[in-house]
Structure formats: C-alpha cells, structure tokens
C-alpha cells in the first residue's frame, strides 16, 4: 500500500487575509444594525400601546390560552369587548398568583382601540 501525502494548503496572500476581514467586518456591522433596528421599533410599539392605553383605559378579565416560562416569558390572552373577541399575544414580567393555562387574568384595553392592552403580569400594570 502507497500512501499518499495529505495535500498542504497554501498560506493566503495578504490581500485574501484583507478581503477576509472586510467581509467579517461588513456581516458584523449588518447584524449589530439590524439587532439595533429591532431593539429600536420594539420599544417604540411599547411606548405607543403604553401612551393608547394610559390615555383611557377600561378594566376587564381575560382568558390565559398559552404560557411560557422560558425563553422569552410569552403569553397569549383571549378577552372579549363589547361582543368582539380579541388576543393578546405578549410578553409578562412578574406572575406573583402562579397563573397558568385556563385562568383568568386582568387586563387594561385603550378605550381607542381595544386591540391595545396591558396585563397584570406586565410592569406597566
């Protein structure tokens, strides 16, 4: 049996290592951006739905559909206004009653546009 040499890769020119470099530097930039972008439009939706709903506001119960504890602390919330049913999918803070799938869940709704709210499991409360 012959065995044959493992081929050596050649070193890379300076312009390649500088080509390389710019291309890393250009992918970086674009995901810093685009992690600002959205860190940006998110706090500014939150500020809009916090304004509508400090604004005027009514009180009401809703129905937890989905929780989740991890990863992101998500929920999703069905409540109904004046015969329409609506859902709320968001974030929560804090769950100091341990409330889970099927239990009822105060909310905040603007009086401008129902769609906007605010739960007890939120700070804003």
């Known amino acids: 049996m012959i065995k ?3 081929e050596q890769k ?6 390649e290592k500088k080509d390389a470099l710019v291309t890393l530097l250009v992918i970086t930039a674009i ?8 860190g940006k439009t998110s706090d500014q939706e939150n500020t809009v739905r916090l304004k509508a709903v400090n604004n005027g506001c009514v009180y009401t119960n809703g129905v ?3 929780i989740f504890y991890y990863k992101g602390k998500s929920i999703h919330i069905k409540y109904v206004v004046k015969g329409k049913e609506y859902e ?9 009653r341990h409330l889970g799938k099927n239990d009822s869940v105060r909310i ?3 009086t401008s546009d129902p769609s906007l709210v605010i739960t007890e499991l939120e700070d804003g409360f």
Request: charged share 15%; aromatic share 16%; proline share 9%.
């Open 4 to 6: 044959k040499k493992p």
């Open 10 to 15: 050649r070193p890379l020119s300076k312009q």
């Open 31 to 38: 995901i810093i951006s685009g992690l600002y972008w959205l």
């Open 64 to 66: 937890i559909t989905l």
């Open 88 to 96: 709320y999918i968001g974030g929560w803070s804090n769950n100091p």
């Open 108 to 110: 905040r709704y603007a």
